[in-house]
């Protein structure tokens, strides 16, 4: 993957949006003929047969392919991961984060009420409720210290869930953004799509950078101008200026994602 990766990134912010100068015309053109990639390639899993229920392509899909365990599954870790994902959320629209664990809990409670996982953390006991908050501080400090300042006048939005039918019904690409920046409205590419991750970058990273560019132009029909991930366990980030060998590698990958599923049915 030609992509841009440092131990010390420089500030995330301005990785998103680079140089104006710099930036492609939007392009408008191809999201049609990815859609037919991916059309072509379902027929030709499927045979004209109709799966019991839709097969779900996810991120995860992607990331966890050709693997046989993730340890970022396991329910601390996932724990971990939206907490941090809380801060991200946070520090995006201006907020002063003074106690990453306790306000990221407290975000996240305001947003989903009741679920297995907050029971989880509800149920710790002192030191492992301790040893969570320390984790949990280390991968905020380490993602506030690198994001730097973004602008309101990006439009930020976080947490943005994308969901595209193909196959008449039959598959379901199912994406959520950690933050985007950027609009689809310019002349020039514009958006620019961030993961942020918990666990250190790999293979399964550049996948789903990929995949994020690839939903994100089938949902707008606009292709984004970059993709980004950045681990909060390392402090490193990869960057991807996005363009139609990217795209198109994504597909590829999906549809091997969607043989793989329909296999196991």
């Known amino acids: 993957m030609n992509r841009?990766?440092?131990a010390t990134p420089r500030n995330i912010a301005d990785a998103l949006r680079g140089e104006r100068e710099r930036r492609p015309p939007a392009d408008?053109?191809?999201?049609?003929g990815l859609r037919s990639i991916l059309e072509?390639?379902?027929?030709?899993i499927l045979g004209g047969a109709r799966p019991i229920s839709s097969l779900v392509i996810r991120a995860s899909s992607l990331r966890q392919m050709g693997t046989i365990s993730d340890i970022s599954l396991a329910p601390?870790?996932?724990?971990r991961g939206i907490l941090v994902n809380q801060v991200l959320r946070l520090l995006s629209i201006g907020a002063i984060v003074n106690d990453p664990f306790n306000d990221a809990l407290r975000a996240w409670r305001l947003e989903v009420r009741q679920s297995d996982l907050l029971d989880l953390v509800d149920h710790l006991d002192a030191d492992e409720r301790a040893r969570l908050e320390t984790d949990v501080t280390a991968h905020a400090v380490t993602l506030t210290r690198s994001l730097g300042s973004v602008r309101a006048s990006w439009r930020p939005r976080s947490t943005v869930r994308a969901s595209q039918y193909l196959g008449a019904g039959a598959v379901i690409l199912r994406d959520v953004i950690?933050?985007?920046?950027?609009?689809?409205s310019s002349e020039l590419a514009n958006v620019a799509l961030f993961d942020l991750t918990t666990s250190p970058l790999g293979e399964g990273a550049e996948r789903t950078m990929r995949y994020h560019a690839l939903v994100q132009t089938l949902r707008t029909s606009v292709v984004p101008l970059r993709t980004t991930c950045f681990s909060s366990a390392t402090g490193e980030m990869w960057s991807l200026d996005v363009d139609s060998e990217t795209l198109v590698r994504s597909a590829n990958e999906v549809l091997a994602a969607i043989d793989r599923l329909w296999r196991e049915q």
């Open 40 to 44: 072509d390639g379902i027929y030709e």
């Open 76 to 79: 601390l870790s996932r724990v």
């Open 28 to 32: 408008v053109s191809s999201a049609s």
């Open 178 to 184: 950690d933050l985007m920046v950027g609009t689809t």
């Open 4 to 6: 841009s990766s440092t």
